[in-house]
Every structure is written in C-alpha cells, then in structure tokens.
C-alpha cells in the first residue's frame, strides 16, 4: 500500500521556538494532504487541508497565522508551528490522499510535540 | 453537532471472542465509511470501509454491517486475537470531498 512519512517522528522544543514537521508521501503523487491534531485518547481532528501550488484551507478556529502550512510539491506537505507554547504539545498527523482521484487516505506515522 | 458518535468507549474482550463497535451518523449524505485501527504513538491505519449501497462488508476477520436507515454502522472483529488490542476510529465523508469526520474511538483490549 501507500506510504506516507512524517518527520521527525518527535520533536521537543522550548516555548516561543518555531518547528516545521515533514509530511511525504513516498510511492504515489498527492495533490491534495491533510494535517491533524491529536490529543491524547481522543479522536482526530482536522486542523487544515493543503493543495499542491495553492493555501491551505484551514478548519473554523484554527490559527492559521500560528500553524503555517506549505505544500511546494506533490509528495511534500510542511507543518510550521510559530512561536510554540506548551498547548501546542499533541501529536500531529499528516494525510495524503493520491491524484488520481482515488477516496483513499493514507496516514503518515505521526510526530509527537512536546514545548517545554 | 457531533457528525459521528462511536461506543463503547472501551471494550474487553477474551481472546476469541467478538469485539462489536458501533456508530452513528448524522448527514445522510455522507456516502464512504472507513473504519482505522491506530496502536500507540503511531498514525491510523485504513482497516476497512464501506459504501452505502451495500448492507455488509467482509475482509478477513473484520465486517462492516451498514444499516442506512438506521444512519448506523459497525465494525465486527471474529475470533479476536490480542493483537486486535489497539484504538479503532469510525468516519463518515461525502465520497468526493475532503473531509473525514471521525468518531470518538473505541480502545479495544483483547485478554490472552
């Protein structure tokens, strides 16, 4: 099946800091990839939707001047956090879905922030 | 408005026996129900879905059975195996449209 990175896998970083986090798909071209938020024992949740070559569209109640999202090609997808304080600290997951139209999603492995 | 609602929270289960969880959802619209098995620290992955115009979906050990007029589905685990323990999501999406919305998750734990 398709294959879908993330790094890092985890990253810890002071408060105020920016960290960007990588979302690849490895074996298919993905117009369309997907960020989440996970926090912990709880559902997914949808931060934004990024299209290869346009902005991102953000989910009501995301900062989108706090979570930069930039999608420069078809397998790369980044997540930046600017100026991260420690609520930022969850667990967040990449998606990819293929050109070719296909309904299928495909994870990334997730990377776990921790600001401190 | 919670598009999907998901129970049980969580779920034991002996080794054989058969794990059932349950959603409902909201927009009759929605028309792909994909169920995700996720262990800890790692992202969800695609265990089987459904589309509406059929009543159940079998791969394996895992069925779907879709109930349209009930706006509910649900995901069936034969023969339950320890290493089914592991959270499972429900979703619901509109085929040709991005958004998935997931239900709450279910922890399963399968005792050996």
């Known amino acids: 099946g398709a294959v879908v990175s993330q790094h890092p896998s985890w990253v810890i970083c002071k408060s105020g800091t920016s960290v960007k986090i990588e979302c690849r798909s490895l074996?298919?071209?993905?117009?369309?990839m997907f960020w989440y938020r996970q926090f912990p024992k709880q559902s997914l949740m949808l931060m934004a939707t990024?299209?290869?070559?346009?902005?991102?569209?953000?989910e009501q109640g995301v900062e989108k001047d706090k979570f930069l999202i930039n999608h420069a090609s078809l397998t790369l997808s980044t997540l930046t956090v600017t100026s991260a304080h420690p609520e930022d600290s969850s667990f967040y997951i990449c998606?990819?879905?293929?050109?070719?139209?296909?309904?299928?999603?495909?994870f990334g492995p997730g990377t776990r922030l921790t600001v401190t | 408005q919670q598009q999907v609602k998901q129970s049980p929270q969580s779920l034991i289960v002996q080794k054989g026996g058969i794990s059932i969880i349950n959603c409902a959802y909201e927009?009759?619209?929605?028309?792909?129900f994909p169920w995700y098995q996720q262990f800890p620290g790692k992202g969800p992955a695609l265990l089987i879905a459904?589309?509406?115009?059929?009543s159940e979906k079998k791969e394996g050990r895992f069925t779907i059975s879709f109930n349209k007029s009930a706006k509910q589905f649900s995901l069936h685990i034969m023969d339950s195996q320890p290493g089914d323990s592991a959270t499972y999501f429900c979703?619901?999406?509109?085929?040709?449209?991005?958004?998935?919305?997931f239900g709450s998750g279910t922890k399963l734990n399968v005792k050996p």
């Open positions: 998606s990819a879905r293929e050109t070719s139209g296909a309904h299928q999603k495909y």
């Open positions: 074996d298919f071209q993905a117009t369309t």
């Open positions: 990024s299209n290869e070559g346009s902005k991102a569209t953000y």
């Open positions: 927009n009759t619209a929605f028309d792909y």
């Open positions: 459904i589309r509406p115009d059929v």
């Open positions: 979703a619901a999406s509109l085929y040709n449209f991005n958004k998935f919305y």
